[in-house]
């Protein structure tokens, strides 16, 4: 297996560009989590699904951040406009139903 | 408000010293305890997952246990491959979300 991927690993932008973050999860897993990580506040769940459907979605700090998940092989996480301070690295992970999730190797993002 | 608080946060060990890291935490019904490893620039790892107070899981040199109200993870007689950061999270009752702590950085040296 592939374990989750996702793309593109680095992305640099400047304030106010719309970013788009993208995951594949491990076939057969029906829950996938958006995490950010900073040295601040270490990781934070942003938003997770469950069969496609966003569940809890109270992690995302404000409207500029949107997830989407068509189907059950795809997700992906906007933000729109970005800001310096969405600066981080940002993972996707998966799951089976209430088991230990698999994580992506993460999106590193900069915006100046 | 479900808490996991890590300690220490940084850890320095010579190779073969063998020590535990600490995770306390606060959960309305706890279902599940778990233990990453994590890489420079890279995604957490899993390692365990504990369940009840009293269970135990190894894995090479390391050795994870369950209280109550905290986790230790076990290394012992750790060489350098085992310098990361190691991340407890806990879940709750509630759902399916983990709840990180901040994690400890471990560095072996020969």
């Known amino acids: 297996d592939a374990g989750v991927i996702q793309s593109p690993r680095h992305e640099v932008t400047e304030m106010g560009q719309e970013v788009t973050l993208r995951c594949k999860p491990i076939s057969g897993h029906n829950s996938l989590f958006w995490y950010r990580q900073t040295m601040m506040r270490g990781l934070e769940l942003l938003i997770y699904f469950n069969n496609n459907v966003p569940i809890d979605d109270s992690g995302m700090p404000e409207d500029r951040f949107s997830a989407k998940m068509p189907n059950a092989s795809f997700s992906t996480l906007k933000i729109q406009p970005s800001e310096p301070r969405d600066s981080a690295v940002y993972f996707c992970a998966s799951s089976s139903p209430r088991r230990e999730q698999f994580f992506g190797p993460g999106t590193r993002l900069t915006v100046l | 408000e479900d808490q996991v608080t890590q300690s220490p946060e940084a850890l320095r060990l010579q190779e073969g010293e063998s020590s535990s890291l600490n995770c306390s935490y606060t959960v309305s019904g706890l279902r599940g305890l778990f233990w990453y490893r994590q890489d420079p620039g890279k995604g957490p790892e899993f390692l365990f997952t504990l369940y009840s107070a009293g269970e135990e899981k190894e894995k090479e040199r390391l050795k994870a246990t369950l209280t109550k109200k905290e986790s230790f993870l076990h290394i012992t007689a750790p060489k350098p491959e085992d310098s990361a950061t190691y991340l407890c999270?806990?879940?709750?009752?509630?759902?399916?979300?983990?709840?990180f702590g901040k994690g400890t950085s471990l560095l072996v040296t020969p």
């Open positions: 999270a806990v879940r709750a009752n509630s759902g399916y979300a983990l709840n």
